[in-house]
């Protein structure tokens, strides 16, 4: 016998209410840590080159981008060989 409270299955207004909440918490907690973690790790970013260096010709340019190892060995010949034949 029960006395008038129900049947003791449901949650009833406050049950409901005290799970959401709960639910609301964990939620919020994971956003926090997410946007922490994201916060402090370094992104990955692809190296954006620098400006260019003044007073730097063309031929400089070419071997500076081929020691960074932007360019095969193969381009810089053939850049190189262009950039010879034009002068």
Known sequence: MMFGYG???????GGWLGMLGMVAIVVGV???IAWLVAR???TAQPH???PLPTGHDALELLRMRFA?????EDE???AKQVLEEGR
Do not use: D, M, N, Q
């Open 7 to 13: 049947s003791g299955v449901g949650l009833g207004l």
């Open 30 to 32: 994971i956003l926090l």
């Open 40 to 42: 402090v790790a370094p």
């Open 48 to 50: 954006a080159p620098g």
């Open 68 to 72: 960074r190892g932007e360019i095969t």
């Open 76 to 78: 810089y010949r053939s």
